[in-house]
Structure formats: structure tokens, C-alpha cells
């Protein structure tokens, strides 16, 4: 991470008012359109949307989802999150603090989103990220995010290297399917911009993470047929 937690709190905090109408590129739009066609959860489900910012994503999915929890690392991105969640009606959404690595959430999910939110993290850090949401034992998760297809054009950066560390699809997928996630679609949007859909397969005891650099069982996550039931921008 090339900021720290705080430092990228404060920045989001002071963009918040103005957020939603600076992210208006079509490769953006597109992104957070994909990752609500994707997510699509059923009526009885849970959403944890991770990096949830102003909520775009959380509110989008409220009308089809059972409930939808948004945790960002922003106070500012909150406020703006709650007030649109209001002045919608929705009562199906929480908004709260929480990271990638620590979201706060302990409950049952079976669906996780993020959108422009995770290639703030190191690849390491990405990867400690991708298996605590594996911990959680979402039957899906959908990242759109920067993410390189192919060697960046130095000219046509869609990122900022002074506080943005995206990874290549290679990383993303590698660390995905080592959570026990098969990726089940691939969506390149620009040649740094993308969104990854991965499904969870078998059962506990044949997924392995390789977090801190060596194998770990998780046998003890729960059971891969109860995400049905129920961030950190950095």
C-alpha cells in the first residue's frame, strides 16, 4: 500500500461531496455497471460490498438483495453512502467501517462486490484480502477494480502511481482459485480496467490459502452451502 489506511481516509473523506459526479468515464460506468449485473443476488441473500465509497454499488443491489452491508474506511464516503441510502427509502442497508483485511462482518454472505476499491492494496495485501472474503464463504464475488490486461501504456495511465497499486488478471486469478474460487467469467473493459467473477468450489477441506507464503487448511470455514441463507477502499 502506497498510503496508509488513515492517509487514503482522509483523501476519500475530503473527495466524498463530490465523488459520485468525478467518476464519470464510461470505463468507470461500465465497471460499476458489470459488477451489479454480475453480483446478482437473490431475494433472500446478503451483500457485503467492500471499498463501498458513496454506496453505488450497495444501493443498487438493495431492491434485489435480502439485506446489503457496505463497509468503507471513510467517514466522509459513509455519510454520503447513508444520506443516499435514505432519501432512497432503503431500510436494507447498513453502512459501516471496515477494511478488505478486517471488514467488521461476521455473519453469513453470499455474495461479495468491490468496485474501484481493492488496487489501492499491495498484491500481497490483496491476497490476505481475497482469503479473509474466502473465510467468509461467499458463494460469489465480483471485483471490478484497475487491473492490468497486459503492460499499462505509460501515456494512458487509468490510475495514479502515487497512491494506486493495481495488479495484472494473472495476480488476481492466481490468488482467487489458491482461496478455492474458480473464476467464472473474465470482463475486460480497457486494458487497466476489469471486472473478475469467481464462484467457490468443493468443500472445505480441499481449499487451501497460501497467505504468509505457506498452506493453511480451512477446514474450519463454514459450510460452502450456507452463503445462500443469510472497507476499506484500502
Do not use: W
Not at 472474503?133 to 458463494?139: K, V
Not at 504468509?212 to 450456507?226: C, K, L, M, N, Y
Amino acid at each position: 500500500m502506497k498510503k496508509t489506511i488513515e492517509e487514503h481516509a482522509e483523501r476519500f473523506s475530503k473527495a466524498a461531496g463530490s465523488y459520485d459526479d468525478d467518476q464519470d468515464s464510461a470505463e468507470y460506468l461500465a465497471c460499476a455497471d458489470l459488477v451489479v449485473d454480475h453480483a446478482a443476488p437473490d431475494a433472500d441473500e446478503v451483500v457485503l460490498d467492500l471499498g463501498t465509497g458513496t454506496g453505488a454499488i450497495a444501493i443498487a443491489l438493495a431492491p434485489s438483495a435480502g439485506r446489503v452491508i457496505g463497509r468503507d474506511i471513510s467517514a466522509g464516503m459513509l455519510e454520503e453512502a447513508r444520506s443516499k441510502a435514505a432519501e432512497a427509502g432503503l431500510d436494507n442497508v447498513e453502512f459501516g467501517e471496515g477494511r478488505f483485511r478486517d471488514p467488521d462482518y461476521d455473519g453469513q454472505v453470499a455474495v461479495v462486490t468491490s468496485n474501484f476499491a481493492m488496487h489501492h492494496l499491495s498484491d500481497d495485501e490483496k491476497r490476505e484480502a481475497i482469503g479473509v472474503i474466502a473465510d467468509l464463504n461467499p458463494r460469489r464475488f465480483v471485483l471490478g477494480d484497475v487491473m492490468f490486461f497486459g503492460e499499462p501504456d505509460p501515456e494512458e495511465p487509468f490510475y495514479d502511481p502515487a497512491v494506486d497499486d493495481p495488479a495484472t488478471v494473472g495476480t488476481l486469478a492466481d490468488a482467487l482459485t489458491d482461496e478455492g474460487f474458480a473464476l467464472v467469467a473474465v470482463e475486460r473493459i480497457h486494458d487497466q480496467v476489469g471486472v473478475l467473477v469467481a464462484e467457490r468450489f468443493g468443500e472445505g477441506s480441499e481449499r487451501v490459502s497460501v497467505v504468509d507464503g505457506g498452506p493453511r487448511s480451512v477446514d474450519d470455514a463454514p459450510d460452502a452451502g450456507s452463503g445462500h441463507t443469510p472497507g476499506d477502499r484500502a
